[in-house]
């Protein structure tokens, strides 16, 4: 008998619009030492079957309506108040995506780490605060916190957010789990700091012989450390089987379909760049902000360099990809660009002309002519506008349409990004994120720019999505002609869409090349790193990586 | 058939369809009802009021309600269906034009203060820190001293006074919103910067705008009557809902219907606003379901 057994697991939200079944008959089985990954995007029940084990759903509206989750022969969904405090924490430890908001930012790290120890409800195994302290100094040793001693008494802002993940597996270790469930703990991080973890993750199992649920959106991720993956849609298990089976030898059309939109390989359009005159010349850009991060920073008048001398050049007919981690500043170069931050130093010419250090209203007419795509199409969009309102509002007020043709005109937006012209009326809440995104990127082509800057436009959608606005915006760009800076964090996604390539780090650019040559034969180290962490959907290859 | 069609695209906005929504809230519309009521009957009060507002009966006294006089009358032998009807006018005046004051002036301070940021936004809410340690008696006192009683004044100083907390809640809305990615869309657009607040800013921040608006109203008919009391807004013989409470409460031993009929009416009142409120706020979101 495996240490967790889910047996036809039914959850279902009862809300004002019916019930909506967010987990049907769903039952998989973890023993001790092995990782299930569960997979899916988003809706598709997999973080809601979790949190069900440990009682973390709301209810109302939700409503476990059958099965049982077996944990040592033990039912947890039915089992009392009393019996899951000492399951929580205790047998079943639970990391979350953000560790941000996870940690309490009015405690210290150390304060937080040896609370389940020095209040823990099985009197007999409360610890001392001297020998908690240790044991919480040992633990964020282990998980990898350079000088544990000292960093115990930090508070969680003073951590980058790869170290607050790690924090936060050493908070949900404490008390030795059999079972650690991780959801999504890799999702907001930096690519090379997610395979930093991902190996933790692997280590720290290994050692312990723990079971761990790992909950991905993201296949490549799970192709490293899972042995055995389900596949979840719309509350119902499409697959359950072995890593490798799951990978090479799927036989569902939903697996299939989430495999085949992982992009893969190089772009298959051709190169549009033209030779002459670039589109953009942008010189020396130096972009400073100043530091109010502490009084003592505001006090010396301390600047963060965000973009400290960039110098590119943008061709027309020109997909250029502008990858680097966070905090490296790319997408305060695009927005230097488009001149929606105010530059510190150096020049941005528009076809030869200087647009930089001109006053807004002088702005106006080169506006027209680029346009930005956002990367969060939840907060990119007024709420209190309807999709038409949103799309008009660019045409009238640049003068490109008369309340003649101003309805065929929206009319044509939307055919153009593909949306249905009957939901004109709706707000964006009406709308998934695919469709927030196609609204965001007809307001963006409305203007007929010739430039258009996205900055991370598909990071927040779910991967089959990605493909289809991935394909909607190459299409995009060689029906209307268009030149577009691409900026990302994903590697992949670049190398799919991208002529060049230009890798960034702390503020400055730091190589560049043709996308495929860049791939193949990366210079700076920092790049080689970059390219070797991006996690791939082949367990084989995916395995002798995080074991070398 | 399709020309029509077009027409109501075009007229699709946040405010049209604030209005389908709202007319399908019933508790909203019956709000609406009993304000549109109220006001209607204060603005005939001087035609379709039975007696005069100052018109004594010594001799009869206060007396409980009777087919002459329905809500009875006080002490003084006046109708109190008149003199609630009459009070009624000031009341709603006070409570309308003294919020509307406190509106027009905290939105907009408060909108420019958070977009506009910076130094511009520092000073802008010193000033406010200062007009709210200003002891604001002393101010409304200050003001009827320098320039007489005037019940315009009343109106303006009220209003001049509760606006502050209208800018703090605004300020901190639009905070929070110029750095949301529409806005930052609405400036690559090329959109001038009024324009943003205007149609983009504002907008979003009415959802608390509206419910305090409806928390303003009565406290500012409330601040009214006890500034009447101290003798610096109405005087006697004529009324306001506040003064008629006031007095009410002196006899409510003995003529608990001097209390009732006023009160009941300031409540109706207070009811009635917070519907419409709580009607207008979830109209004006989209985000609340439709039915």
Not at chain 1, 361 to 370: I, K
Request: charged share 20%; proline share 5%; net charge negative.
């Amino acid at each position: 008998m495996a240490l967790l057994d889910v047996n036809g697991l039914k959850i279902y939200f009862h809300t004002r619009d019916g019930v909506v079944k967010a987990v049907d008959d769903v039952s998989f089985s973890v023993d001790s030492g092995e990782t299930l990954a569960i997979v899916g995007e988003s809706g598709s029940g997999k973080s809601v079957t979790c949190y069900s084990l440990l009682d973390l759903l709301p209810k109302p509206p939700a409503k476990i309506e059958g099965g049982t989750a077996l944990f040592d022969g033990e039912d947890l969904l039915s089992c009392s108040l009393e019996r899951m405090q000492h399951f929580r924490g205790n047998d079943i430890a639970i990391i979350f995506q953000d560790p941000m908001t996870s940690l309490n930012p009015f405690i210290s790290i150390g304060e937080q780490l040896i609370e389940p120890l020095i209040y823990h409800p099985d009197k007999a195994r409360r610890l001392s605060r001297e020998d908690a302290s240790k044991r919480a100094v040992e633990l964020l040793d282990e998980v990898g916190i350079v000088d544990a001693p000292a960093r115990f008494n930090c508070y969680a802002h003073e951590f980058s957010g790869g170290m607050r993940q790690r924090v936060m597996i050493a908070m949900a270790l404490i008390n030795e789990p059999r079972l650690l469930i991780c959801d999504e703990p890799t999702t907001a991080l930096d690519v090379t700091i997610q395979a930093q973890i991902l190996e933790l993750i692997k280590q720290l199992q290994q050692k312990r012989d723990m079971a761990v649920i790992f909950i991905s959106h993201d296949l490549g991720v799970v192709a490293g450390i899972a042995d055995n993956v389900i596949v979840m849609c719309e509350g119902t298990v499409r697959e359950a089987a072995d890593t490798e089976s799951v990978f090479y030898r799927t036989s569902d059309s939903y697996t299939k379909r989430l495999l085949a939109a992982i992009p893969e390989g190089a772009k298959t359009m051709a190169n549009r760049a033209e030779e002459g005159q670039p589109l953009i010349e942008v010189s020396h850009l130096k972009t400073y902000f100043n530091d109010y991060s502490s009084p003592a920073a505001r006090a010396e008048k301390r600047q963060v360099k965000a973009v400290d001398d960039v110098s590119l050049s943008i061709q027309r007919g020109e997909i250029l990809g502008l990858v680097g981690e966070s905090g490296s500043g790319k997408s305060t170069v695009g927005r230097s660009i488009m001149q929606l931050v105010p530059i510190t130093s150096g020049s941005v010419s528009f076809n030869g002309t200087p647009i930089s250090g001109l006053s807004s209203s002088q702005l106006v007419p080169w506006r027209q002519r680029m346009q930005m795509i956002f990367q969060d199409p939840y907060a990119s969009l007024n709420p209190r506008m309807t999709v038409y309102q949103t799309l008009v509002e660019p045409l009238l007020y640049h003068g490109l349409a008369n309340s003649n043709n101003i309805e065929q005109q929206v009319q044509q937006l939307m055919d153009d990004v593909g949306l249905a012209r009957a939901s004109m009326r709706k707000y964006p809440h009406e709308f998934s994120g695919g469709q927030r995104q196609r609204i965001a990127i007809g307001r963006a082509i409305a203007t007929k720019p010739e430039l258009i800057i996205a900055d991370e436009p598909v990071s927040a959608l779910d991967v089959t999505i990605q493909a289809q606005v991935l394909d909607l915006i190459l299409d995009l760009v060689e029906r209307h002609n268009l030149t577009m800076m691409f900026i990302s964090h994903d590697l992949s996604v670049v190398r799919y869409i991208s002529d060049r390539v230009l890798v960034m780090q702390r503020g400055s650019l730091i190589e560049e090349g043709k996308t495929e040559t860049l791939w193949a034969n990366p210079k700076e180290p920092y790049t080689k790193n970059l390219l070797s962490a991006i996690p791939l959907a082949d367990p084989k290859s995916e395995r002798e990586r995080l074991s070398s | 058939m399709d020309r029509l069609q077009a027409m109501e695209e075009k007229g699709s906005s946040l405010w049209r369809d604030a209005w389908i929504k709202l007319s399908k809230n019933y508790l909203a519309l019956f709000g609406l009802g009993v304000i549109a009521l109220l006001c209607i009957v204060s603005l005939l009060t001087p035609w379709i009021a039975p007696y005069g507002y100052e018109e004594q009966n010594l001799m009869l006294g206060a007396t409980a309600p009777s087919l002459e006089h329905w809500l009875g009358t006080d002490i003084f032998g006046r109708d109190m269906l008149t003199r609630i009807m009459y009070g009624g006018r000031v009341s709603l005046m006070v409570g309308f034009i003294a919020t509307a004051v406190a509106l027009v002036i905290g939105v907009l301070w408060g909108a420019i203060a958070g977009f506009v940021g910076g130094r511009v936004d520092a000073v802008m809410m010193r000033i406010v820190d200062i007009m709210y340690a200003l002891p604001f008696m002393i101010f409304i006192v200050l003001l009827m001293v320098v320039f007489g009683r005037n019940i315009l004044l009343l109106f303006l100083a009220i209003g001049a006074v509760e606006w502050l907390t209208m800018a703090r809640i605004v300020r901190s809305q639009v905070m929070s919103l110029r750095k949301q990615e529409f806005v930052e869309a609405a400036y690559s657009l090329g959109l001038s910067q009024w324009t943003i607040i205007r149609r983009h800013i504002i907008p979003n921040t009415l959802g608390p705008v509206i419910v305090y608006t409806t928390l303003t109203i009565p406290s500012v008919m409330l601040l009214e009557a006890f500034l009447s009391f101290l003798g610096l807004g109405i005087q006697p013989p004529e009324s306001s809902w506040g003064l008629l409470i006031n007095y009410g409460v002196e006899t409510m031993e003995e003529y608990p219907w001097l209390l009732i009929f006023p009160g009941v009416t300031l409540s109706l009142t207070l009811f009635a606003l917070n519907f419409l409120g709580d009607g207008l706020r979830d109209a004006l979101d989209p985000r609340t379901s439709k039915d």
